[in-house]
């Protein structure tokens, strides 16, 4: 893909790379503040995260990890089916740290609340998350993050991470995606 074409994908930029970064430094200092001392598992949801894990851990300053896991959810129609897919699973035991799961986006919010409840059920010392953007209009279950650096609209978003057909994600802020050049 050429960078014309890249462009192409881009209806407007909702979130600059600068306010992204700036977030991304307020986020750091907050999570340095709570956790000093502690021991962190930064978890990245694969794939959509991992740019934003990348740039979250540098802003933080006390020591933490990194984990990676896959995870696919199955539903019909509108009623989860409970069943949780870990497609690559962590290598720490978590019982050792306060887990912080990266996000990238809370949309409808099943996935994300079923990967929390299976994590629960491995006694990290405490398991928070963290999300770049929050799409509550979209929310069909009771399901809330504990930090949101971003609230946006019902859009579907690229950049920053985040893809359309495993395009975008190289974009460095997040825009509304362009569907009539799709």
Not at 72 to 90: A, F, R
Not at 98 to 119: A, F, M, P, S
Not at 131 to 146: A, C, E, M
Not at 172 to 179: C, D, K, V
Request: proline share 3%; glycine share 6%; net charge negative.
């Amino acid at each position: 893909m050429m960078k014309g074409e890249l462009e192409n994908g881009v209806k407007r930029v909702l979130i600059t790379k600068e306010e992204i970064d700036q977030k991304i430094k307020e986020a750091g200092k907050k999570i340095s503040e709570s956790y000093d001392g502690r021991p962190i598992l930064l978890v990245s949801i694969l794939k959509g995260a991992f740019v934003f894990m990348a740039d979250l851990c540098r802003a933080i300053d006390v020591p933490c990890e990194i984990g990676f896991m896959c995870a696919k959810s199955y539903y019909s129609g509108t009623v989860s089916s409970g069943i949780v897919q870990i497609t690559m699973d962590l290598e720490q035991d978590i019982s050792k740290y306060h887990v912080i799961i990266v996000e990238d986006i809370v949309d409808t919010g099943r996935t994300l609340n079923d990967v929390v409840k299976l994590l629960k059920e491995r006694n990290p010392i405490s398991l928070k998350v963290v999300t770049l953007l929050d799409k509550p209009s979209r929310r069909i279950v009771d399901f809330n993050p504990d930090m949101s650096l971003f609230t946006i609209d019902d859009l579907f978003v690229i950049g920053y991470g985040l893809d359309c057909a495993e395009k975008y994600r190289n974009l460095p802020y997040i825009a509304e995606y362009n569907t009539e050049n799709a």
